[in-house]
């Protein structure tokens, strides 16, 4: 166990539909990094936030947006959603930003667009 | 784009070692290797991570060499539910997201 949790776990829903991920970090973390696993793309860096900032942006598309809320958890925010919109989404955490800091992934919540 | 390569697989008998090699040639001085696993669909697991010197913990130990254009992880005695994909990673300087290849799908066999 990680320590960062991911809710919910699986996640079925529409084409055309809004869905909100959340992640909790790990108790003391400030950084919270998004990332998506699909069949075909592998694992993808999308956002990272840091004490309620961005602070960078990977291959995320206009439709998702993040936020990182005062006591530090995350949401992801996924709309207008497309069949390739499905795969796994997992949240990691860190103390803070830094070459030497090691990243904690969640669970992952699994997203099916039918 | 990953700046690693690593084999795409490799399988290890239980109880022996398991040395997975990971290439990265055009790694900066500053830049750290990270590894990871994936059993299954699971969150990726941190094994261990390194800069210039040889790295060791619970699970692994991390051998990098003098150029750090390479590097091995080493699974000293491998068990079933090692089994998973290993991946090898350059933490990316600027942004800190770590940039996944494909890695390594290690089967250990009884």
């Known amino acids: 166990d990680s320590g960062v949790t991911q809710t919910p776990k699986h996640l079925i829903t529409a084409t055309g539909q809004r869905v909100t991920l959340r992640c909790s970090p790990r108790?003391?973390?400030?950084?919270v990094y998004w990332y998506q696993q699909s069949l075909d793309q592998g694992l993808q860096f999308l956002i990272h936030?840091?004490?309620?900032?961005?602070?960078a942006k990977g291959n995320i598309l206009e439709r998702f947006s993040a936020q990182q809320f005062p006591d530090l958890h995350s949401e992801l925010n996924l709309s207008s959603l497309e069949l390739g919109d499905s795969a796994l989404y997992f949240c990691?955490?860190?103390?803070?930003?830094?070459?030497?800091?090691?990243?904690?992934f969640g669970p992952g919540t699994r997203l099916t667009v039918l | 784009d990953a700046k690693t390569t690593q084999p795409t697989s490799m399988d290890c008998a239980e109880g022996r070692a398991a040395n997975l090699p990971c290439n990265h040639s055009?790694?900066?001085?500053?830049?750290?290797v990270y590894w990871y696993r994936q059993i299954h669909s699971q969150g990726p697991q941190y094994i261990i991570h390194?800069?210039?010197n040889n790295e060791t913990n619970e699970m692994a130990s991390l051998i990098i060499t003098e150029d750090r254009k390479s590097s091995t992880l080493i699974l000293p005695h491998a068990t079933l539910r090692d089994t998973a994909v290993y991946y090898c990673?350059?933490?990316?300087?600027?942004?800190?997201?770590?940039?996944f290849g494909t890695g390594t799908r290690l089967q250990v066999f009884p």
């Open positions: 990691a955490s860190s103390v803070a930003p830094g070459l030497g800091d090691t990243q904690y």
């Open positions: 108790s003391g973390d400030l950084s």
């Open positions: 936030y840091y004490n309620g900032e961005e602070r």
């Open positions: 055009t790694i900066s001085g500053n830049e750290y």
């Open positions: 390194g800069l210039k």
């Open positions: 990673i350059v933490r990316d300087y600027n942004t800190d997201k770590l940039i």
